[in-house]
């Protein structure tokens, strides 16, 4: 839920600050940009903290090679994605990377909620919140794209 609240609460928060006038996020496309900025830094960051970082390798399907380093490279294309989505040329690019890499996560997601896994020795978010939440980051990234 952290995710969301970081998109919403972003959102809310720099939508009133263009508003204000802020010429910069004066709209709604870049106030979605900025949160949607924040909630990947909220979720990247944590792919390098050691507590969080052996759960998310848990998360890695079989399937998949080398999970820490899938794990890493996810954070790193996380982060990149945020810093691109405040940089207006890249920003579109940047959110059509973001939800096409929300989409190849997605998977990862649904393993850890089939298998009752913890994320810093919480549950995760069971998989229909999951789901509706996934569509609705993915939605955000599009829109932010647009």
């Known amino acids: 839920m ?19 006038g802020i010429d910069v996020l004066d709209g709604w496309q ?9 909630m990947f830094v909220v979720t990247g960051v944590p792919h390098f903290l050691p507590s969080w970082r052996r ?3 848990a998360m890695i399907p079989e399937v998949f090679p080398h999970p820490a380093l899938l794990v890493t490279i996810t954070g790193v294309l996380e982060l990149a994605g945020a810093a691109g989505l405040l940089i207006p040329p890249l920003a579109p690019w ?3 990377g973001l939800a096409l890499l929300m989409v190849a996560m997605f ?10 896994l913890t994320l810093a020795g919480k549950p995760v978010t069971p998989l229909p919140v999951r789901t509706a939440l996934q569509v609705l980051f993915i939605a955000a990234a599009i829109a932010a794209a647009a």
């Open 2 to 20: 952290v995710p969301f609240i970081a998109l919403l609460g972003g959102f809310v928060v720099l939508r009133l600050l263009g508003l204000a």
């Open 107 to 116: 998977p990862a997601n649904v393993l850890a909620a089939r298998r009752g």
């Open 94 to 96: 940047a959110a059509i």
């Open 30 to 38: 870049p106030a979605l940009r900025g949160a949607l900025a924040l």
């Open 55 to 57: 759960d998310f390798v």
